[in-house]
């Protein structure tokens, strides 16, 4: 069989999509054979056979024991255990074996990796009842071996033990044994370094484990602790203490070079180690804070001069692991060093001893030379500026992925310096300036992005910095604007930027003089890296700066965003530069804000479609919906010119979004419709009332054949929500638009709404605008325009609710009779009492609905309505609404266990059936809470939640006061009706407590 189970194994290596395809197949079929797992041992072991092979066959084997070992593996259980009682029992033994007994070949850590994570997984189902020997043997193994394979093979399936089988009670059984095993280890001179670094990573791993028995457990934990810190902080001092071996050139022995990553990777560990203790138990920890913070300081500047020669402009590479997957570069121990500095630096006797000394020391200033050279860029990295200044500005902006060791010093004089000190961080800065020195270009321009980062937590802080610092901070940077190296004079830029923002208002004719020389310099200078700086600094000055300051730099602003992109192929030179593309976007944006009463006579607009289409055009989302949010301000601050001006810049933007619609056409590019159509459904909505002249007729036609055609969300939302805007506030136009066959646009727009609800290609997702549609149709058309149609439309909205299932589009359809209701809820329910759907009354469709989802209807407009609605229902006292059951509130079952998706599916939640009329009063009682009222003990509501937060939903489900009060007006009105006592005492306890607070 062994034979057999191989070349299926091979089989799935394969490139051949087909071949792979039988091969599991074939693999799945022998499943049932009880020899099937050990044919898969059998290749996983042979070391004659190929690493890749072998890994497959243990990935198999895992795949294989996650599907028939156990029911307890209730996501991936199959329905069938295929092996016996003994057949596990030598499947267990075997695993293990393999597990903590490395071969010699290199490139098999993966493969122990998997075989660690197999044993894991078997003993999450068995472990201690069927198999109550594994921790100990383990144990056992890692405090008597003296083999580094046997221990780090253990370590890892003690790693996975910890991770994913070990409760906490079993943890804290054995606690103290597990502990001190991984203490043998790590102080285990005779052992590698490596492996005692692994132990101290292991040890990591069991904080998490005792952070949580430490809450049940506490005085024993914190006992156990306080006992174990004395020789840990002792020994990891020691490893921290350990002088780094030399740097070893290319070339030279792979043993000097072994030991010398072997050094970094323990103390790595080490740091690590120390700051899981501080996070889990600070409080033990602060006893040696002062010895800990003396150790790092020294460390870090033991260790610069080293990083500075052969990491900053040396040869030394950063970001690596070891097999292991533990980091072993200089740049990993230094990242971790500075972190834990910080975090030493907020330690409350660290503060005091360091309060006694900063009158006369000079700690801080130190501190900020030694953190600007770590915050120096590399070679390689300032070849990548060079080449990308893309990478130079996410750096600056740290919204790169990568942290490094300029992104620990940032977070070091932020978070532990600035909290700290203030404006006396300034001041200290003040005193280091590296312009004023023969120091390299990089240490001035680290020294400039250190502090513009202090600058914007400042600004975070809401902070106002004194003249007299502003003013020598403002002299300290302008120095640095003439600098020969680039990367100084953008530092500078974005410094000078930042400042303003917290200089306060004497210094506004300082800060539109920068403003002008950072519009000079975005246009003039030679360095694209500059460039972008200033663009960067444009918003940073519109904000600090008076409209009437900044206003006669509007259009040189404009005019240097328009010439930088005239000068570069946007597409070609910037195609994945999201961040750069952002920075024009909001540069252009802000300038336009500025004023934006005669933006029909720049280029501004012309700019700002420039970058959003090219941002759509490359499928950008960051882009997209920046463009998006950016036009959403610009249209809204137009707007409020008067519609004049609206209409002078509409036509300036009709053009470009109709061609927009037109080019995707003939290019069949969806994205850049996607985009059109948003932009389109933008300038209707926050646009003048009424629209500009001739706008319906230049956008329905298009409107009309996306909305008869598209079925993607991302199209079809915004294209409805333009037509519904512009049935809104350019009624007139709207109603009196024909298309060139001669169909009026009610027609035209009664056929979109029955498209969007019953084609099978549209979906409820890309339907959920339909609602606000029908409700403009409705409102706007009147009953007499409408005629036969009115109730036609209101029957489809009905039948489509009683099977619609997302509430995003339950909420849509719903808000159309919710809108009826608040002005003739009679009538609402008497039409609906008389349709019939599907063979159930209409008006039990509709109110299920309703009221079973109205608890997550969100946005402030929709609430407040549907409060309302509910109210004038309960109003009417209708037999009708009396008569319908609707879910009420959810039948808890004390079983003390949690129940798992599989026994959710056959035990579902149940709810108990109430009249709608006493749903409407609690779902009224509910609204009484001026936080959202969700309720989280209904599985619907929890999973409809998780839907909408996959889906990324934003809308926030929250009350405004008036909806508040009108809510409390109304029960203190309807408290005192006959017949409100006896709703009132089917109220729960809670619901009647909400009540007698409100009513007294």
Known sequence: MEQQVLQLVEGTLKPDSTVIRNSEQGLNALYPNPQFPFALLA?????????????????????????????????????????DSQGKSRIRDQVFSFAVTQDAHRGTAELYKIAASVTSRIAAADFPDEWPNLLSNLLGLIRTSESDSTIQSSLTVLADLIDAALTEDQFFSVARDLVNSLDHVAANSNLSLPTRALSLNVFQSCFGTLEMVLAEHGKAVRAFLDESLKTWVVFLISVLREPLPSFVQAGA?????????????????????????????????????????????????????????????????GNLQGDDGLPCSLDAVVMEEIDFFSALLKAPPVRTELDKQLQHGTFVQDLIRVLAQYSCVPDEGAEMWEADPEIYLTEMNLVSTNYTARSAC????????YGWLKESLFEAMLLVDPSRTPTSWKEKEAFLFLLNQTLNEAEMASATLSQGLVTRLMEQASTSLQDSNPYVRAGAQLVLGSLFIVAGDGFVDAGASAFANAITSAANDESDAVKVACFSAFADYVQALPARASAPLQRGAIDAVAEFIHSHDIKEDFEDAEEIKSTLIIAVRDAMLVDTSKLDQTSAIDSFFILASNGATTDNTTIFYLSTESFENIVESVAQHGEETFGRFCSRTLPVLTGAFDVADMTEESNLTN????????????????????????????????????????????????????????????????????????????????????????????????GGLASAVVEKYGPEALGPYLVELLRALATRLATAERIQFIQSLCMVFVSLSTT????????????????????????????????????????????????????????????????????????????????????????TTIPADLKVLKLLVEELDEPAAIDLSSKAVRDELMNFAEQGGTKDRAHDNEAVEYLAAWFRANGAEPGFQDRFALLSVDEQQKLKTLLG
């Open 43 to 83: 290749i996983a072991t042979n070391t004659g056979i190929a690493i890749s092979t072998r890994q497959a066959a243990v990935t198999t084997l895992k795949t294989y024991i996650s599907g028939t070992w156990s029911p307890v593996f209730d996501e991936t259980f199959l329905g069938n255990v295929y092996l």
């Open 410 to 417: 940032a977070d070091l004089v932020t978070r532990a310096l």
């Open 675 to 770: 985009l059109a159509a948003e932009l389109v459904s933008v300038l209707a909505e926050f646009g003048c009332q009424p629209l500009p002249d001739g706008f319906v007729a230049a956008l329905m036609p298009r409107l009309q054949r996306v909305l008869m055609t598209a079925t993607v969300d991302s199209l079809v939302q915004p294209a409805t929500r333009a037509v519904q805007y512009m049935l809104s506030k350019g009624t007139d136009q709207f109603v009196e638009w024909k298309d060139q066959s001669g169909t009026s646009s009610l027609e035209i727009v009664l056929t979109i709404i029955n498209r969007l609800l019953n084609a099978p290609e549209v979906d409820e997702n890309a339907a959920q605008e339909v």
């Open 253 to 317: 022995s792979p043993g000097k070079a072994d030991l010398r990553r072997g050094v970094i990777t323990l103390q790595v560990q080490a740091t690590k180690t120390l700051d899981k203790i501080r996070h889990v138990y600070s409080a033990g920890l602060t006893p040696y804070s002062v010895d800990l913070f003396q150790v790092f300081w020294e460390r870090l500047n033991a260790v610069v001069p080293e990083y500075m020669q052969f990491f900053v402009t040396g040869q030394e590479e």
């Open 824 to 911: 003739t809820a009679a009538d609402v329910v008497t039409f609906l009492s008389q349709l019939d759907i599907n063979g159930r009354n209409g008006l039990q469709v509709v109110l299920t609905k309703w009221l079973e989802n109205s608890v997550l209807f969100a946005g402030f407009e929709d609430v407040r309505k549907n409060i309302v609605a509910l109210s004038k229902l309960f109003d009417l006292q209708d037999e009708r609404i009396k008569q319908i059951g609707v879910k009420g509130d959810l039948v808890v079952e004390n079983t003390g266990r949690i129940k798992t998706r599989s026994q959710a599916r056959l035990n579902p939640d149940r709810y």
